[in-house]
């Protein structure tokens, strides 16, 4: 019999958006992970629903059934590509290191699971699989969405860059002359599909033409 391929690590990413605002960079984000073939574990809680209904005015759905089938359809996803867990499943492939991604994206990310993240608490669900990425040496990309930031906040980030974590600020540049709020939405997401290892033509690398 032929051996079935075994998936490496990069092709499942877990990507969680918090209760920041900047609902628009984690949306994009998704629809960018899912356009590179990637399958996504969505971690969705009641503030993220909240944010995204404020700023964005939409509703993705009472229940995780409800959720998946809306961003299955809106991103035109593979079946199965968008795995959508609550704040409260810790059954999920997330909770333990034998079932997460080595990947995992919080964005945007809040101040409270930042510092939740970085003294290593596991309040919800997002909070865990964050600490399961770091304790198996995986690669844990933080997308904070605040300003300005308090002392309490910096220490926060410099406690998890030092724990391996990349700290990618919601802090778009202009060199490459935006000309709409989805450019500087792009330029953040380009920067994360960068971090992740993953090809991408949001936004030309310096130095090389477009």
């Not at 079932?99 to 990310?109: I, N, S």
């Not at 865990?128 to 220490?155: C, F, Q, T, W």
């Amino acid at each position: 019999m032929t051996p079935l391929p075994v998936e490496t690590p990069s092709e499942k990413i877990t990507l969680a958006m918090t209760g920041a605002s900047g609902a628009q960079y984690g949306l994009r984000l998704l629809e960018c992970l899912l356009a590179a073939n990637r399958e996504v574990y969505f971690l969705a809680s009641k503030a993220v629903k909240v944010v995204l209904a404020e700023e964005m005015n939409l509703h993705i759905g009472n229940t995780e059934a409800e959720t998946e089938q809306f961003l299955t359809d809106r991103y035109r996803a593979k079946p199965g590509q968008i795995r959508v867990f609550g704040e409260d499943d810790w059954m999920s492939p997330v909770a333990s290191g034998s079932g997460a991604p080595k990947q995992m994206v919080l964005c945007p990310c809040s101040m409270g699971t930042l510092s939740a993240v970085a003294c290593g608490l596991s309040n919800n669900l997002a909070q865990r699989a964050a600490s399961v990425v770091l304790k198996e040496r995986g690669k844990l990309i933080v997308v904070p969405r605040e300003s300005p930031y308090s002392e309490i906040h910096l220490e926060n980030m410099l406690k998890l860059t030092r724990m391996g974590s990349v700290i990618l600020p919601a802090s778009p540049g202009f060199y490459n002359q935006p000309q709409s709020v989805n450019d500087l939405i792009d330029f953040i997401v380009a920067r994360i599909m960068d971090q992740l290892g993953i090809e991408q033509t949001l936004m030309p690398q310096w130095g090389v033409a477009s």
